[in-house]
């Protein structure tokens, strides 16, 4: 079945630090790939997404790349900042409208 | 983006108990879908609901549970007779397209 491992956290930045929170998945077929975040108090916001090979998906200064060769959809920030802490999901979607998500990442930044 | 509220926020219950669980779509939509994250664990698929039936569920979504649509508005999730695992954030769900828009959870914790 469709899994998805994401780094165990929390992982604590400073300001201005380069991001990585990487993820992995095991599909079968051609899954779209996503990634959710979830603000305290709030609930999971679709952050990016890819639905193909090599797409880059960006929002917020946020980037993830679809590698097929790796199964691996790792989110980036170049530059991070206190507002970016939050809860990070990586999730797939396989055949069905369902998404197979992970434990979540805890992203804490320091000022 | 479409907006989700969840009532309550947080409820607390004794073993045996009922709980509903309130979903609050501010528009109209026809795809919904409600998750569970145990503390630590992976967000985790409970169930989908179409044009006031029910599309899929996971094997978690046994007799215990159940959803309804009451009103044409709010979408609900009972749970009967409580145990100390369904302890857990519920979470509710919107679907248009392959994207989900959540709410912001509600906290259960069942003593």
């Keep these: ?111 | 983006e479409p907006e989700v509220t969840q009532t309550p926020s947080h409820q607390v219950t004794q073993m045996g108990q009922e709980v509903i669980l309130r979903c609050v779509p501010i528009s109209n939509h026809l795809y919904f879908y409600w998750y569970r994250q145990i503390l630590g664990q992976k967000v985790e698929f409970l169930v989908s609901f179409y044009n006031n039936e029910i599309s899929e569920k996971s094997e978690i979504f046994d007799d215990q549970f159940s959803v309804e649509r009451p009103d044409g508005s709010n979408f609900t999730l009972k749970i009967r007779s409580t145990k100390l695992e369904d302890s857990a954030m519920y979470f509710c769900a919107i679907g248009e397209g392959e994207t989900q828009y959540f709410g912001p959870g509600t906290r259960l914790l069942v003593l």
């Design chain 1, 1 to 111: 079945g469709n899994s998805v491992t994401q780094m165990e956290g929390p992982v604590t930045l400073s300001e201005e630090a380069f991001l990585t929170i990487n993820c992995t998945y095991t599909a079968t077929g051609y899954p779209s790939l996503f990634w959710y975040v979830q603000y305290p108090g709030e609930g999971l916001q679709l952050l990016l997404k890819a639905t193909k090979a090599d797409d880059k998906g960006s929002n917020k200064g946020f980037e993830a790349t679809y590698r097929k060769e790796t199964t691996s959809f790792h989110l980036e920030k170049g530059s991070v900042q206190v507002s970016d802490s939050a809860v990070y999901f990586c999730a797939l979607r396989g055949g069905s409208y369902i998404p197979t998500f992970g434990r979540g990442t805890s992203l804490i930044v320091h000022p």
